[in-house]
């Protein structure tokens, strides 16, 4: 069974920083694809960041490329995702995404794995 777990998130104000963490366990296949999403009140969950495992990709949205950094642990089967520069409009339920595959998509639709999401708060 696959999980995914997500910890880190908080309230800060704008300017400052949060590294949010995500530990997946089950996926038995030789690479796979993490991500985070994210989803503020009435707007649909959109796609921050991802990569494979394997290394060879990492995609940005581009409301969040040279603030957000996506890194992992492989030791600890961990993705990192630490935010600086944080905006209010960065408010939002984070999600932590898995999916079983050799390809990469920073759509919600590509992602089978999710975990219960962390509240990010950016006071103005």
């Known amino acids: 069974q696959v999980q995914v777990v997500e910890s880190g998130g908080g309230l800060v104000h704008a300017g400052g920083s949060l590294r949010l963490s995500c530990t997946v366990s089950?996926?038995?296949?030789?690479?796979?694809?993490m991500g985070w999403f994210r989803q503020a009140p009435g707007k649909e969950r959109e796609g921050v960041s991802c990569?494979?495992?394997?290394?060879?990709?990492?995609y940005y949205a581009d409301s969040v490329k040279g603030r957000f950094t996506l890194s992992r642990d492989n030791a600890k089967n961990t993705l990192y995702l630490q935010m600086n520069n944080l905006k209010p409009e960065d408010t939002a339920v984070y999600y932590c995404?898995?999916?079983?595959?050799?390809?990469?998509?920073?759509?919600?639709?590509?992602?089978?794995?999710w975990g219960q999401g962390t509240q990010v708060t950016v006071a103005s």
């Open positions: 995404a898995a999916e079983s595959s050799t390809y990469l998509l920073l759509t919600p639709e590509f992602f089978s794995y």
């Open positions: 990569l494979k495992w394997s290394g060879d990709s990492t």
């Open positions: 089950g996926l038995t296949f030789d690479d796979y694809a």
